[in-house]
């Protein structure tokens, strides 16, 4: 089955880090961009990060350049995403998810909580 | 960067009617090259995550339903339901994938009357 399942969600404080994982089964992992999307509660989507097949390039929305970082290890079909100094406004739902054709998102995981809170 | 703006924000539609829902982009995302529409539609239900239904403005992915379809260019885009199943009750987003951050609309809510 293709499929994406996230994990490492949790609680922090304000300047804390958490590093999230997605494992991919059911495709060839290595031959696709991969990225994240998060959704604030009750708000809107929001791309965050991707990273190219072979993980040799990584591209950040502004908000996060400088404290996120994505990172593909294709030997283990995983994906990470280290956020440091986090701050309440990172607060959401983090999706792993596949872009194709230039980036729309084929394929999505259920989703990883993540709350920054003091 | 590209500001995606839908319309109405929220929608309540009567089972079996049509609804239509709105995506202007702030520049055009159709690429001269191809001459392709850049834009996505998605639909996410409650508790759910998105599920993509149209690619390239107008390209139903297999499984969708073809009471679904995606029609415009250039700026303004629209995706209609056009019988309104109680399962269709969700948030729908279009996505620009034109620039190289990728933008989402606001979201637009269809619920039914």
């Known amino acids: 089955e293709v499929q994406l399942v996230e994990s490492g969600g949790g609680l922090v404080q304000p300047g804390g880090s958490l590093r999230l994982s997605c494992v991919a089964s059911?495709?060839?992992?290595?031959?696709?961009?991969m990225g994240w999307v998060r959704q604030a509660p009750g708000k809107g989507l929001e791309w965050t990060a991707r990273?190219?097949?072979?993980?040799?390039?990584?591209f950040y929305r502004d908000s996060v350049k400088g404290r996120f970082s994505i990172s593909k290890d294709n030997a283990q079909n995983s994906l990470y995403l280290q956020m440091n100094s986090l701050r309440v406004e990172d607060t959401a739902v983090y999706f792993c998810?596949?872009?194709?054709?230039?980036?729309?998102?084929?394929?999505w995981g259920q989703g990883t909580l993540v709350t920054v809170s003091s | 960067d590209i500001v995606m703006t839908q319309s109405p924000d929220s929608l309540a539609v009567s089972l079996g009617e049509r609804a239509t829902i709105n995506c202007k982009s702030s520049?055009?995302?159709?690429?001269?090259?191809?001459?392709?529409?850049?834009l996505a539609w998605y639909q996410q239900r409650p508790g759910q995550p998105p599920k993509l239904l149209i690619s390239?403005?107008?390209t139903r992915e297999s499984g969708v339903p073809d009471r679904f379809s995606g029609s415009g260019s250039g700026t303004d885009f629209t995706l209609t339901i056009s019988s309104l199943q109680a399962e269709d009750v969700a948030v729908y987003y279009c996505?620009?994938?034109?620039?190289?951050?990728?933008?989402f609309g606001q979201g637009t809510n269809v619920e039914i009357k």
């Open positions: 998810a596949r872009p194709v054709g230039n980036g729309y998102f084929d394929l």
């Open positions: 059911g495709f060839d992992f290595s031959n696709y961009y």
């Open positions: 990273v190219k097949e072979d993980g040799s390039g990584e």
């Open positions: 520049q055009s995302i159709l690429y001269s090259s191809d001459n392709k529409n850049y």
């Open positions: 390239w403005a107008s």
């Open positions: 996505q620009e994938y034109y620039s190289t951050t990728w933008t």
